[in-house]
């Protein structure tokens, strides 16, 4: 479904990545898988096979991580009843528990206390925000390379972030030890064809972009324009809002975190002290 929503001819890869006309030149079929990337909400029934979970965690372990240190687990969650009570506390999103598959990726400090324990060693940068940084780095760029992998094996996937919602409850569900935390969520699944959904406009490069040095009159020039090609796209797609009113939404205060304000004294609890 992806490769048909762009056009590879003499290595050059277009995109509707921008809500208007955007080619590159150094085309070819990565490219053209990741920026056709979408998020998918909507799966049909089929299986996810073990082989293909094995290739994606495959695929997120050649992620590269800091210091080789590998500080983060996935635990892949198919039982239907756990899924269901995940999506319930993940904000009680339905294509969580639609999802054949729910991988949940944890910002892993625990593995290194095991070996510093059985080694008679200490591992007190473990209790510092750094390190916590690290587990949760090293965890998003794995699962993303997992996102990757399973778009070019034609399965689709949507991040689940409302799994810090209740991350104690998370914890317990997956009976994490301490020193780790669900850092989000992944739901894969066969995408349903008739999804309402495509491939959403980001900023223009001239906002994300700079050269030597950071310019913030001319990133922010292009946003009005954003804004009416993110409304138009979730127009054409049931939805309402430009980019301006989402964002100032979502990061309004305390109010629009759902829960995850706490988020230190939640590490905390958990093992993973920020100092
Ligand atoms: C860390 C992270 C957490 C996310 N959490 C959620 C979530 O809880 N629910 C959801 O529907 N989408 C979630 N998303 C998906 C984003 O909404 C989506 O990637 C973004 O709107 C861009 O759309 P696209 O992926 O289709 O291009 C999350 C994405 C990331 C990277």
Excluded at 16 to 41: E, I
Excluded at 216 to 241: C, F, I, K, M, N
Excluded at 246 to 255: A, C, Q, V
Aim: proline letters at 5%.
């Amino acid at each position: 479904m992806y490769m048909k929503l762009v056009d590879i001819e003499a290595g050059v890869t277009s995109t509707p990545r921008y809500g208007a006309a955007f080619s590159v030149t150094v085309g070819n079929h990565v490219l053209a898988l990741q920026l056709a990337h979408r998020s998918v909400r909507q799966f049909t029934e089929e299986h996810v096979t073990e082989e293909q979970v094995r290739a994606l965690i495959a695929a997120a372990q050649s992620a590269p991580t800091s210091s080789n240190l590998q500080p983060w687990s996935v635990v892949v969650v198919r039982d239907p009843a756990r899924k269901s009570r995940l999506a319930q506390l993940a904000a009680g999103q339905q294509f969580v528990d639609q999802a054949p598959v729910l991988l949940v990726w944890i910002a892993d400090l625990a593995r290194a206390r095991r070996v510093a324990a059985r080694n008679g060693a200490a591992v007190e940068a473990t209790d510092y925000l750094e390190t916590t940084l690290i587990g949760f780095i090293d965890a998003a760029l794995a699962a993303q390379n997992a996102v990757v992998a399973a778009e070019s094996l034609g399965l689709g996937s949507t991040f689940v972030g409302a799994m810090r919602n209740h991350p104690r409850e998370v914890a317990a569900e997956l009976e994490l030890p301490r020193g780790c935390i669900a850092a989000f969520g992944l739901a894969v699944g066969v995408p349903d064809p008739t999804e309402n959904a495509g491939i959403k406009p980001r900023l223009p490069q001239a906002a994300v972009v700079h050269h030597e040095t950071y310019d913030a009159v001319a990133a922010d020039a292009p946003l009005s324009a954003y804004d009416e090609h993110l409304l138009a796209y979730y127009r054409r797609h049931g939805l309402d809002g430009a980019w301006t009113e989402r964002i100032l939404t979502r990061l309004e205060g305390p109010g629009s975190m759902a829960g995850r304000h706490e988020m230190r004294k939640i590490l905390e609890d958990l093992g993973l002290p920020s100092r």
